[in-house]
DNA sequence: CAGGATCCAGGCAGATACTG
DNA sequence: CAGTATCTGCCTGGATCCTG
């Protein structure tokens, strides 16, 4: 293999680059981000926003990011207990990434759906 | 766009946006698309060059991104057969935002795992 | 309010064997 | 070579109930 940029050779296996993207795999790490943004939420206003996550998830997604140094939580020692998320510095450094892909997906999505439309499957016996 | 970006809001349940993005759950195609890059390549190179993705895992890999309109598939009806893979112009256009995503990662890997490192997980029994 | 504990189903993905 | 078929474990994530 030739000429490739350094960090396509970095992606192959034992790579903590991999290991950092691989975050990026479930289903709502992505979401959470976008959701916090620039803003400070509570954990009921997280769930507010995205109306479709259990609060299992919610705050299993939001340990990973605060593990990983990308969210920080601030707990208020009152009654009701207060929680208050928001974004590191490395969180809102990730945020710019994130904008390009959320923007190619929004300019893009009708291309693909049209793709998946009129998609016909190569010969085979039954799908995958 | 204005202060408050309309993607965000776009972003909630049923909106084509997350579909898309969804597509990046899954833990080879990211991978697959680097690989691929700008380059076109065999079934068997493209094995060669994801060293532990199992051939099942490869074609429904494809497969979808063919789906999408992300890659295209070129068959060569000779024997052995020969197919090749590429990217079309659509899945170029998702390079770009890809290799940011690429760059962070390469960026901040450090940081992520030092944050792993120090963090302490708040009161509880058991991990989840 | 902010989660934890538990139970459980479905899908993702690995290993292996096989074919046009 | 370029996949497919099948079996199976595992992990993700949903639903529900519970507590400081």
Redesign the interface.
């Known amino acids: 293999?030739g000429k490739?940029k350094p960090?396509?050779e970095?992606?192959?296996?034992n790579c903590?680059?991999?290991?950092?993207?691989?975050r990026?795999?479930?289903?709502w790490t992505?979401?959470v981000l976008?959701?916090l943004?620039e803003q400070t939420l509570r954990f009921s206003a997280l769930r507010r926003?995205?109306?479709?996550i259990s609060p299992r998830m919610l705050?299993?997604t939001l340990?990973h990011l605060?593990?990983?140094?990308?969210v920080s939580?601030q707990?208020y020692p009152t009654v009701p207990p207060r929680v208050e998320y928001r974004m590191t510095p490395?969180g809102h450094?990730?945020f710019?990434?994130?904008?390009?892909?959320?923007?190619?997906?929004?300019e893009?999505?009708?291309?693909?759906?049209?793709?998946?439309e009129a998609?016909v499957?190569?010969e085979s016996h039954e799908a995958?």
């Open positions: 293999m490739r960090e396509f970095a992606l192959n296996r903590p680059i991999r290991d950092v993207l691989d990026l795999g479930d289903r992505v979401l976008m959701t943004g926003e995205i109306e479709d705050a299993q340990r605060e593990k990983d140094g990308l939580r707990v490395l450094s990730f710019d990434p994130l904008q390009h892909l959320i923007q190619w997906a929004d893009h999505h009708e291309q693909v759906r049209q793709a998946r998609y499957a190569p995958l």
